[in-house]
């Protein structure tokens, strides 16, 4: 992620293979549906307190960064509204459009969040909680891989993105293979998570595509955006650790799951966080696909109240 950051930047014309994204993106989200264990089923009630939390934490963060990026960045308020939102940055920057705000802006923003979240969260387990990430994180699931259980693991893949396009999921290549991974592992007709060396190699695909995102883009050009795109990110961490310390002990939850559950840096980052530092994998994954389709279906919703409320929103040309 760092150097493909740094390349990108720079002026080197990088380019990815999106083909070998999307296979890994589809191997996450079968390993992630194999944490998915019949116990897990037993815990689900105790995660509807963690996503009431979960709604009041997002409103008061985006009232916040909404704040800093029209008062201190300067921002037009449309512009602002779309690049404070707390996750969906291919959907933001869709509506940000829609709404004529400062396209470029939103964008960059949204992606400095991700990659400054990515960067400090391991950091922060770290030093404060002496939590180190694994160069192969253990698969959540024990077993010999098969013949019959690859067939099995690759069905999920193949299968659940065909179904995720069909039903038009946000990022079907990884929600799609998740929910059919969690159903033949909740069942037991799996009991194998993809191999170590997979995951790892995953790991490498997505990091670097964070870096992607700046390519075409240089330092010089990036100050405004990327500095106050990197103190929206610090306000949602610092919050994110506040609310996990005030709320994990009434909640019985751990700290750190509760962390890496409210920091919007992306679902498939964050899941991929939570593999390697070994915490929580199936809570943080499916407290961030809940965090996305509110952000999908509740952003629009919020704009148009938003807009009625300051009828002399001027979007910027």
Partial sequence: MTATT??????????????????????????????????????????AGAILILIVHMGVVSVLCHAFLHRIAHLDQITAFFSSAPGGLTNMVIQAEEAGADVRAVSLIHAARILVVVAIVPVYFRLTHHISTSMLPPSPVHGRLTLEELAILIACAVGGTAVGNMLRMPTPALLGPMAVSILAHVTGTSHIAPPSALVAAAQVVIGAGIGLRFVGSRFADLTHSVIYGAGSALIMIVAACVTAEVTSRILGLRMEAMVLSLVPG????MSLVALALGIETAFVATMHVVRILLVIVGAPLLFRGFSRANEDLTPRV
């Fill in 266 to 269: 992306g679902l498939t980052e």
């Fill in 6 to 47: 740094i390349a990108a930047l720079s002026g080197v014309r990088l380019d990815a293979w999106s083909s070998l994204r999307t296979v890994m993106i589809c191997v996450l989200g079968v390993l992630i549906g194999s944490s998915f264990t019949p116990d897990i089923l037993g815990a689900l009630p105790k995660w």
